[in-house]
């Protein structure tokens, strides 16, 4: 068989019977089987060639008399498997080339440059506090009390570092984990958060999981003359009465530790602020709120979804009767909890501190910390 033009090469085989043509690809190219294409007489071009599917080899032979022989390499049974074991070969070689190139800088950034601190992957750059005056002196303690809300948790942790990050205030997030078998008790996994949340921070911001702030200009600095509500009756989405207290309350530390913490006998939810309000009223602390926001109860966002997480309102017992009364000596002195784990983690960027805790019930005291 044989193919001839005045300005191609001409191709001609040691077998004359019918087969199916490959086309080989030796360095870079298109492939095309089966097709005839136009050749130039250059080194670079002659690396395609035509052979026949049951010849040993062809011969090719262009206009200026040139010619020559190539070895078949692909069979008409065997083309496609080989050239997907080209394609795998060169797939795993470029991995590995990869791989050792990586494995090189990895080496280098081991023995030469140490001193630089490993960053896996990249995040949204923050603004830091280190060295930076304008982020004055005090630091806050985030206390989050938290029990399986993961959704929300992966929206707060992030956008609550973002929006401190932005006003300046230095910060570090404590999720205060419940995994014991009691009922969700918010004012006790406050009191472990107080306690846990170390000497490098002054205040502590008593914040729920399911609220973010909206405008800007709210101020969650340092609460010097005393205790600042941010989730004012008048900003919250939900509750309006006067005496409210919960949502997001700022607390120098000494202030807090003069209020004995929160009470620990509220299992379930609410209640335990209304108790904390009388609290504030009896140490004589002067409660203030946010001045000059006019973004109402569209101020914050509230993240919770009804629907589909209900909160623990159940009244066991003489729950009712009891949690409407002040409890003088429980808090921090009474506070009976142990810490399962500590775990430092980022979200998104953003750090924060989980610590796993079991609380402890006096089931004599308080037999409504548990269902049955």
Not at 84 to 93: A, H, I, N, Q
Not at 189 to 202: A, K, P, Q
Not at 242 to 257: D, F, N, P, R, S
Request: with cysteine; glycine share 6%.
């Amino acid at each position: 068989m044989m193919y001839s033009s005045r300005r191609k090469p001409v191709l001609y085989f040691k077998d004359d019977r019918r087969a199916s043509l490959c086309l080989l690809w030796a360095f870079s190219g298109p492939v095309a089987f089966g097709l005839p294409i136009t050749l130039g007489s250059n080194k670079a071009n002659r690396r395609f060639r035509w052979c026949a599917g049951t010849s040993s080899c062809c011969q090719w032979r262009d206009h200026s008399g040139q010619h020559g022989s190539y070895s078949r390499f692909l069979s008409r049974k065997c083309t496609v498997w080989k050239l997907f074991g080209f394609c795998m070969m060169f797939v795993l070689g470029s991995l590995l080339w990869v791989q050792l190139t990586c494995s090189g800088d990895i080496s280098q950034t081991a023995v030469g440059y140490s001193h630089f601190p490993h960053q896996p992957c990249p995040i949204e750059k923050q603004e830091s506090s280190v060295d930076d005056p304008s982020w004055g002196t005090h630091k806050m303690a985030l206390i989050v009390p938290f029990r399986e809300r993961f959704e929300e948790l992966l929206v707060f942790v992030p956008y609550m570092h973002a929006f401190l990050n932005k006003k300046k205030i230095r910060h570090k997030i404590f999720i205060i984990n419940q995994v014991d078998r009691f009922r969700f008790n918010r004012a006790s996994l406050i009191n472990v958060g107080y306690l846990e949340s170390g000497n490098d921070t002054d205040y502590i911001a008593m914040h729920d999981v399911d609220l973010l702030p909206q405008n800007e200009d709210l101020n969650y600095g340092f609460p010097e003359e005393g205790p600042f509500h941010v989730a004012s009756p008048e900003l919250h989405p939900l509750y309006h009465y006067k005496t409210y207290v919960g949502g997001i309350l700022l607390l120098a530390k000494k202030h807090y530790q003069m209020c004995n913490g929160m009470s620990n006998r509220f299992w379930g939810w609410g209640r335990e602020d209304d108790e904390f309000f009388r609290r504030l009223r009896t140490t004589k602390l002067q409660l203030f709120r946010p001045k000059g926001i006019t973004t109402g109860t569209k101020t914050f966002r509230h993240i919770h979804d009804p629907a589909w997480r209900k909160t623990d309102q159940k009244q066991i017992a003489a729950q009712k009767q009891e949690q409407f009364k002040v409890d003088p000596e429980g808090g921090l002195i009474n506070l009976r909890y142990k810490v399962e784990s500590r775990q430092e983690l980022t979200i998104s960027g953003a750090p924060c501190t989980v610590i796993s805790t079991s609380l402890d019930c006096d089931l004599s005291q308080t037999p409504w910390c548990q269902f049955s």
